[in-house]
């Protein structure tokens, strides 16, 4: 009878492995939890309106003339006449 127990050995805890896989791997197969909704964030709209703006350029600059000319106060000949 000893041979008979030795020899049912190696096969019943071959099974009794595969049963406990097979139950390790059944029981990771439960429905996955879906990840959490996102967060609604509130958002301010704004309505834009096209409109024409008014556009001022300012520059700086110098001015040099091509000839240079002296101009007089003639107000000395205006007083004497009068």
Same mark, same amino acid.
């Given at each position: 009878?000893? /041979?008979?127990?030795?020899? +049912?050995?190696?096969?019943?805890?071959?099974?009794?492995?595969?049963?406990?896989?097979?139950?390790?791997?059944?029981?990771?197969?439960?429905?996955?939890?879906?990840?959490?909704?996102? #967060?609604?964030? !509130?958002?301010?709209?704004?309505?834009? !309106?096209?409109?024409?703006?008014?556009?001022?350029? !300012?520059?700086?600059? #110098?001015? #040099?003339?091509?000839?240079?000319? !002296?101009?007089?106060?003639?107000? /000395?000949?205006? /007083?004497?006449? +009068?």
């Amino acid at each position: 009878m000893a /041979a008979i127990v030795n020899a +049912r050995l190696p096969r019943t805890a071959g099974i009794v492995a595969c049963l406990l896989y097979g139950a390790a791997g059944l029981g990771g197969c439960s429905k996955e939890v879906p990840p959490p909704r996102p #967060q609604v964030v !509130e958002v301010t709209a704004v309505t834009i !309106e096209p409109k024409d703006a008014p556009v001022v350029y !300012e520059f700086v600059g #110098q001015t #040099q003339g091509s000839r240079e000319a !002296e101009i007089r106060a003639r107000y /000395a000949y205006l /007083a004497g006449r +009068r």
